[in-house]
């Protein structure tokens, strides 16, 4: 990789100790996972929907539900806990400021027989980078220069930058799912059921059957010599919905023992009552934002009327205008609160640098700011805009969520909007090929660290290919994932969100939680969506 990859986009891993309500599963009993496998079969159901197995080709919660629970990690977050251990290694650390070394344990396979060594660990990183699917998670190995598998079980990652403090975590991520050489393609995306076929898998479970995104069933892997443990399920068969009030009734109807993602606010207060069902909160760290496309929103670069005063402008009036009270109230019951920032109160260095920039100055809208705003500007009122938001993604209650959001910009006068919604695999497609102005999208992070939500949209080669480019915050951006000083550190990370605010790449304005019923006969515990949000059907098991 060249020096000029030090402008990749970086992406998250998960967040702990975020002092924002999530939802986590718990169970009748506690358990910390690991042991022999219990036997016995677990079904959940699920509106999250898969993108792809092949971990070069997704980017998002729920292929990534997937890939936690049959490929294996260098490094692993155990229940409970934010920070990152040895998975199937037996070692990892930096044996140099650019030099990270791995020892893999001896004698791992994988499900299908084929040895698990260091040449699949050279051959995972070096395809990421080679494919570097839109879609895919390849940003976060920015930093990376090389890999080399020094023997069988020893490989030393050199990176291009000192000191890297997020390095360990990226390993863990949505990049780091190991895969088998002899399965998967070496410069292309290898299909759902090549990789089904190849039994191309070495965590606590394989895929036994797989009907996309309708059933996937999973066995438990008896030969997983990982940090998590065996499985305490012996099967797991999870269900896949389209619409949300099917899952709300097979969870009433006792056809499906788990209920993770995703159920309106006013679904799970109602099965709150229910006594054959558990509702149970817990930490987390997702936030929504909506997103603005530099080429095609309205005074885009590439528009017929470009003007990049004129869309900062846009920007900003709609900046002025959302109401994140009456989002957080009326659609989401305070299940998410009002964020004003890019990184989630609760994480070092979080700040609200949109709160004194835009609307009243403390947190509630003005539209005669916004008007002001514009009128500078010379932006002509009313202004056409399209919106784009994915129900099927962030459940039912997006549509009530981006109505306030279009009431809010027309009640004004100062906009005219036309919302649309699209199912995600075509949302996901079309989000990269400049097709929407302006977007929902909605961020479930992969380490607790605000690097987590600065580097995968902020930097020039960003995530979220929006066409932002910004030298200063992109250099930023690199130097605080380098500075070991805890205090210069967090003054970066202030500097980033402060620039970004002024900016506005994104608006993020929802700070919240994740759900999960579960039924009276279900074990587990409340670290079963844990401080990574790695949601592991393992650590359950029928009572």
Same mark, same amino acid.
């Given at each position: ?45 699920? +509106? %999250?929907?898969?993108?792809? #197995?092949? !971990?070069?080709?997704?980017?998002? *919660? &729920? ?6 629970? @049959? ?26 400021? +650019? %030099?990270?070394?791995?020892? #893999?344990? !001896?004698?791992?396979?994988?499900? *299908? &027989? ?6 699949? @660990? ?40 000192? *000191? ?49 995104? *309708? ?329």
């Amino acid at each position: 990789m060249s020096s000029a990859s030090t402008n990749r986009r970086r992406t998250l891993i998960a967040a702990a100790g975020v002092s924002v309500a999530a939802l986590a599963l718990a169970g009748c009993t506690a358990s910390s996972g690991g042991g022999d496998a219990a036997g016995g079969t677990l079904t959940i159901g699920t +509106t %999250e929907q898969v993108t792809a #197995l092949d !971990p070069a080709g997704s980017y998002d *919660n &729920g292929s990534f539900a997937v890939m936690n629970q @049959v490929y294996p990690f260098l490094l692993n977050t155990p229940y409970g806990s934010p920070d990152v251990e040895p998975d199937i290694a037996e070692s990892a650390e930096f044996t140099s400021p +650019t %030099e990270y070394t791995v020892k #893999l344990k !001896p004698g791992l396979k994988f499900a *299908n &027989g084929n040895d698990l060594t260091a040449s699949d @660990v050279k051959f995972t990183f070096d395809r990421q980078v080679a494919i570097a699917d839109e879609n895919g998670p390849s940003s976060l190995l920015y930093n990376l220069e090389s890999v080399e598998a020094v023997d069988d079980t020893t490989v030393v990652f050199h990176l291009l930058s000192e *000191n890297d403090q997020i390095f360990p975590q990226i390993l863990s991520s949505p990049v780091g799912p190991i895969v088998d050489e002899d399965v998967f393609s070496a410069d292309s995306l290898t299909s759902d059921d090549d990789i089904v076929a190849g039994n191309a898998f070495a965590g606590q479970y394989v895929i036994t059957s797989y009907d996309f995104n *309708n059933l996937i069933s999973y066995k438990a892997n008896a030969d997983y010599d990982g940090l998590l443990g065996a499985a305490k399920t012996d099967t797991v068969n999870v269900k896949y919905y389209t619409d949300a009030s099917n899952l709300k009734l097979d969870v009433q109807e006792g056809n499906i023992d788990v209920a993770n993602r995703t159920l309106s606010a006013t679904d799970i207060e109602d099965l709150r009552g229910n006594d054959k069902v558990k509702v149970v909160d817990g930490p987390g760290g997702e936030i929504r934002y909506l997103v603005f496309n530099f080429n095609t929103m309205p005074f885009g670069a590439t528009t017929a009327e470009a003007d990049p005063a004129k869309a900062l402008a846009v920007r900003q009036a709609i900046a002025d205008l959302i109401d994140r009270d009456a989002i957080s109230e009326d659609v989401y019951k305070g299940t998410f609160t009002p964020l004003y920032s890019y990184v989630p109160e609760g994480l070092t260095g979080a700040n609200e640098a949109l709160k004194g920039l835009y609307g009243d100055g403390n947190g509630a809208p003005d539209a005669d700011k916004a008007a002001a705003t514009l009128k500078e500007a010379g932006v002509t009122t009313p202004l056409d805009i399209s919106i784009q938001y994915v129900a099927e993604r962030y459940g039912p209650s997006s549509s009530d969520e981006y109505a306030i959001i279009k009431e809010n910009l027309e009640e004004s006068g100062l906009f005219t909007v036309d919302l649309q919604s699209t199912e995600w695999v075509q949302y996901s497609e079309d989000r990269v090929a400049d097709l929407y102005p302006a977007y929902q999208l909605g961020w479930f992070p992969d380490y607790s660290d605000a690097d987590n939500y600065l580097t995968p949209f902020f930097l020039t080669e960003n995530f979220l290919a929006n066409h932002y480019d910004n030298p200063e915050v992109n250099d930023l951006i690199l130097e605080q994932a380098v500075t070991a000083d805890p205090a210069a550190r967090e003054k970066l990370i202030g500097e980033i969100q402060d620039k970004v605010a002024a900016d506005l790449s994104t608006i993020p304005y929802m700070q919240g939680a994740q759900v999960a019923v579960v039924g009276s006969d279900v074990e587990g515990t409340e670290d079963t969506l844990d401080a990574s949000f790695k949601f592991r059907y393992a650590a359950l098991s029928k009572g």
